[in-house]
């Protein structure tokens, strides 16, 4: 306590980096590794980060559009882990692995 | 509460995302995330968000994370299938780190330097905010955001009908 109140007044720039960094960490993942759960988990955490920044905004303009906008992203994450976690047990069923490299057939 | 429970939380957050990314069995992961989304809540309840902070525990943590659980325990990941998956792929590592670092770089210069617009006050964020409890979401969703919910039903309609499609086995 004592020692964070040396730090400066967090504002809205804190929540966009954090937001920012959060979001690189994401898509680290999602490009750097081969199973496909780590993968979806990485999307997910980036959309997350993605709806901290629409929240700092909302609050830095003083209405709640950003936040409702957040509600829809929430909900659009909820929709795309279903379907792609459908997709995986798909993959699971043709290919027998849940590596990016099990679906590379039509690699050129 | 709000600075000091910033950097608590924020901490929190990138802790549990670090370890998710670079966790080598997806169940660890999948734990990791949890403690990342705990972080998140606690990021927007000090944004005055409430009801968002949690919806992102029953949602995210709760509902969306149980499901990634669901499907590993479905799939039946035996230890010698988690030891022998590759952690990383170099190939598109490189890329992906480089990506990565460069995204972050950007937002850092933008925020340092300002963007060209100049619509970005470094402004202490104003203590008599509008209020994120559910009576005060439930007014601009149900109003001005009508017709993008109802859209977003029927993608869940459409996200509900495809998984059951995608997964259930062709009769011979």
């Known amino acids: 306590m004592i020692a964070l109140a040396a730090l400066p007044p967090v504002t809205v720039d804190h929540y966009v980096l954090l937001s920012a960094l959060l979001f690189a960490i994401g898509l680290v993942g999602v490009l750097f590794r081969r199973n496909v759960l780590i993968v979806l988990m990485s999307l997910e955490l980036m959309l997350s980060a993605a709806n901290l920044a629409f929240v700092a905004f909302s609050r830095m303009h003083g209405n709640l559009q950003g936040q409702v906008m957040a509600f829809f992203s929430i909900a659009v994450a909820a929709a795309e882990a279903a379907v792609a976690l459908s997709i995986l047990i798909a993959l699971w069923r043709a290919r027998g692995g849940v590596l990016v490299d099990d679906a590379a057939e039509m690699k050129g | ?172």
């Not at chain 2, 509902?63 to 990383?88: E, Q």
């Not at chain 2, 998984?163 to 009769?171: D, F, I, P, S, Y």
């Open chain 2, 1 to 172: 509460m709000g600075d000091t429970g910033f950097y608590i939380f924020g901490a929190l957050s990138v802790v549990g995302a670090l370890l998710m990314v670079t966790a080598r069995n997806p169940l660890h992961g999948v734990l990791w995330l949890v403690v990342s989304f705990l972080g998140f809540a606690g990021l927007f309840g000090g944004l005055g968000a409430h009801f968002l902070a949690a919806i992102q525990i029953l949602v995210y943590a709760g509902a969306i994370l149980v499901l990634f659980l669901f499907v590993i325990m479905l799939l039946n990941l035996r230890p010698d299938d988690v030891s022998r998956m590759p952690a990383l792929s170099l190939r598109g590592g490189a890329g992906g780190f480089l990506l990565g670092v460069g995204g972050f770089c950007a937002v850092v210069g933008m925020v340092v330097l300002g963007v060209p617009g100049g619509a970005f006050p470094r402004k202490v964020f104003p203590l008599d905010g509008p209020g994120g409890g559910a009576a005060e979401i439930a007014g601009p969703l149900f109003s001005e955001f009508l017709l993008p919910f109802e859209a977003v039903s029927l993608l869940l309609l459409a996200a509900i009908v495809g998984a059951v499609a995608l997964t259930k086995r062709r009769l011979p």
